[in-house]
C-alpha cells in the first residue's frame, strides 16, 4: 500500500457513507479535545494524518495556515476544512456540530449557573486550572516544535517564522496577526523570484571585460611582465595521457554525473577497465578520496520539496461560483444588519449582542487566545467575564464557546436564544470565508506562485504558535490575592510564580512527544500536577 492510497477522493461514494466516516471519526473529538488551539492541532495532525491518512503533510500545513489567515477559530476551521476535503460540505458541517457542541453546552451550563458561583473560587480549584493551563503550555509548545519541522524548509522560512514569532510576542494587536502572515507570503514570494528581480538591475551595471581584450592589452606593451596562467602551467607540466585513458577518464566522468562532479584519478596503474569496474559499483557517496561537488542546475534555486501534485491530497469543496454566491450574500446580510444596528433602535438587547458577535467574528485574527479578552467590554460584568475566562481551559472545543457564555449572561430575559445566537454568530464568518476560499487553493496549489506565497504563510502562522505559547505562559497562573480592593475575584499572573508550574508545562511536552502520551490524558495529569501543588504549599 502505498502511503496516497488512504486518500483517494471520495466523491465516488454515496453521502451517506461519506457522513457515517465522518460521524466515526468526530464523535468523540468534541468530548476530549482539551487545551484550546495549540493542542487540537497535535490532536488534529496525528488523528487524520498520521493514523487514518485522510490528507498528505503538505495539504494539512496549507489548511492550518488557511484557518489562521481568516478570522474566526483557527483549530475549528481546521477540524472542519478536514472533513470537507475529504467528504464535502454537508460532513464538513456534521463535523463541525460534533467538534464544537459538547464544548458549547458545558459553557451555557456554566452561564446558567455562573450567579452561584461565589467571587472567590476556592484555592484547590484555581491550582487545579492552573495546573491545565502549565499542561496546556507545554503541548502549544509541542505543536510549534512539530509544526516547525514541516514547515521550515530553508533559511528564509526559518527566518520569517523568528520574525513572525518575534514581533507577536512583542506587539498585541489584532491586526498584527493577518500583517505578519501577508508579509511572510510576500518575503518567500520575493526570495524564490530574487533572480527575475535583480537580473534587470544587474543588466544596467557596467559588464567585466573579456579575457581577449585583457590579452590584447597585454599585447599591446611589450615591456610590460606578461602572467601566466597556473592553470596553464599546471596542464602542461602533466603527462600526456594515451587515447584509451583519455575515454576512461571521460567515461568515469559521465558515470557520476548525476550525483557528483569528480577529478580522475591520476594513478592509473591498475588499468582503465578495474578503474570504472570500482566506479560502477560505488555509490557516489561512498567515492573516498575523489573530490565531489553537488550538481545544480544554472536555472532559479530549487523549491523545498513538497509532494507532487499528483500525490497531494485530492480535495471534494464546493464549486468556485457556489463559493463566491456564499461570500456575496453573507457581506449583503451582513451589512444589512449592521446598517439596521446604526439605524435602528428598537430591535432589542438580542440583536444588538448577535451583531456584535458576528463584528467580532469577521474583525478579530488570531484565534481564541485573542478573541476572547477583546470580547470583554461587549457584553457583561467584569466579575462574570473573568470566572468564565478562567474556567473555560477546562472545557474541551473551541475556545470561542465563549461567546455561549457571553450569550446565557447577556440575554437574560432568553438565555437559550442568546446561546444560540452567540454561537451562529461568532463562528458563521470564520466557516462561510472558509468554504469560499478552499476552492481557490484547490485550483491555485499546484501554481509556483501559489507554492511561494503558501511557504511563507505557513512559517508565519507557525510562528503565531509560538507566540500562543507565551502569551497563555503570560496569563496561565490563576489565584486570589492575599488582601486588598482586589481580592474580592480572582486573577491572572505569569506561570513564573511558581518554578513548579515550568516543571510541569516542560512535563506535558515531554511525556506527549517521547512517551506517547495522548494530550487529553497530559491535560488531565497537569490537573493532577495542580493539584500536588495545592497539597504541597497550602498543607
Not at 220 to 237: M, T
Not at 250 to 264: F, L
Request: hydrophobic share 50%; proline share 8%; with cysteine.
Amino acid at each position: 500500500m502505498t502511503p496516497f492510497q488512504a486518500i483517494t477522493p471520495s466523491s465516488h461514494r454515496t453521502l451517506l457513507i461519506r457522513l457515517v466516516e465522518t460521524a466515526r471519526a468526530y464523535w468523540h473529538l468534541g468530548f476530549t479535545a482539551f487545551g484550546g488551539p495549540g493542542v487540537h492541532v497535535i490532536i488534529l495532525r496525528r488523528k487524520f494524518v498520521d493514523r487514518l491518512k485522510w490528507l498528505d503533510t503538505a495539504t494539512f500545513n496549507d489548511l492550518f495556515t488557511l484557518g489562521n489567515a481568516l478570522p474566526g477559530p483557527g483549530s475549528t476551521q481546521l477540524a472542519f476544512s478536514i472533513a470537507l476535503v475529504r467528504n464535502g460540505t454537508l460532513a464538513a458541517l456534521l463535523a463541525f456540530i460534533m467538534w464544537s457542541f459538547p464544548g458549547a453546552i458545558g459553557m451555557a451550563v456554566l452561564g446558567v449557573g455562573v450567579r452561584s458561583i461565589p467571587n472567590n473560587i476556592p484555592d484547590i480549584a484555581l491550582a487545579v486550572l492552573t495546573g491545565l493551563n502549565a499542561a496546556t503550555v507545554g503541548l502549544i509548545a509541542l505543536a510549534a516544535f512539530n509544526l516547525s519541522k514541516s514547515t521550515i524548509t530553508d533559511k528564509i522560512t526559518r527566518f520569517v517564522l523568528f520574525a513572525s514569532a518575534a514581533f507577536g510576542i512583542c506587539y498585541h494587536a489584532p491586526w498584527m496577526y493577518p500583517t505578519l502572515m501577508a508579509v511572510g507570503g510576500i518575503t518567500t514570494l520575493a526570495w524564490d523570484n530574487r533572480h527575475r528581480l535583480i537580473a534587470p538591475v544587474i543588466s544596467l551595471l557596467p559588464s567585466k571585460r573579456s579575457p581577449s581584450a585583457r590579452g590584447d592589452n597585454v599585447q599591446a606593451h611589450p615591456d610590460l611582465p606578461v602572467q601566466e596562467d597556473p592553470e596553464a602551467i599546471e596542464l602542461s607540466d602533466r603527462p600526456a595521457r594515451s587515447p584509451s585513458i583519455e575515454k576512461s577518464v571521460d567515461e568515469v566522468h559521465v558515470s557520476v554525473s548525476t550525483g557528483v562532479m569528480s577529478e580522475a584519478p591520476r594513478n592509473t596503474a591498475e588499468g582503465p577497465s578495474s578503474h570504472l569496474s570500482r566506479v560502477a559499483s560505488s555509490s557516489p557517496a561512498s567515492l573516498s578520496g575523489v573530490r565531489q561537488r553537488p550538481v545544480q542546475s544554472s536555472s532559479s534555486p530549487a523549491e523545498p520539496e513538497r509532494p507532487d501534485i499528483s500525490e497531494e491530497t485530492p480535495l471534494l469543496t464546493l464549486g468556485t461560483k457556489q463559493a463566491l454566491g456564499m461570500v456575496v450574500v453573507f457581506v449583503a446580510i451582513l451589512i444589512t444588519f449592521i446598517v439596521m444596528k446604526s439605524t435602528v433602535n428598537t430591535l432589542g438587547r438580542p440583536f444588538d449582542f448577535f451583531v456584535n458577535m458576528i463584528i467580532a467574528g469577521i474583525i478579530i485574527f488570531g484565534g481564541g487566545p485573542v478573541v476572547i479578552p477583546l470580547l470583554r467590554g461587549y457584553t457583561v460584568s467584569s466579575r462574570d467575564f473573568l470566572l468564565g475566562y478562567a474556567i473555560l481551559q477546562a472545557f474541551p472545543g473551541p475556545n470561542f464557546n465563549f461567546a455561549v457564555y457571553l450569550g446565557i449572561l447577556a440575554v437574560p430575559s432568553n438565555p437559550a436564544l442568546g446561546a444560540f445566537l452567540g454561537f451562529l454568530g461568532i463562528f458563521s464568518p470564520g466557516i462561510v470565508l472558509k468554504l469560499a476560499l478552499l476552492p481557490l487553493y484547490k485550483t491555485w496549489r499546484s501554481h509556483s506562485i501559489a507554492k511561494s506565497i503558501l511557504r511563507g504563510l505557513n512559517a508565519a502562522a507557525v510562528g503565531l504558535v509560538y507566540t500562543a505559547v507565551w502569551q497563555l505562559f503570560l496569563v496561565g497562573y490563576i489565584y486570589t490575592p492575599a488582601s486588598g480592593a482586589a481580592a474580592s475575584t480572582t486573577i491572572n499572573g505569569p506561570l513564573t510564580a511558581d518554578p513548579w508550574w515550568g516543571v510541569i508545562a516542560a512535563g506535558a511536552f515531554s511525556v506527549t512527544e517521547w512517551f506517547g502520551s495522548p494530550p487529553p490524558f497530559t491535560i488531565v495529569l497537569g490537573a493532577l500536577g495542580g493539584l500536588g501543588w495545592f497539597g504541597v504549599v497550602h498543607r
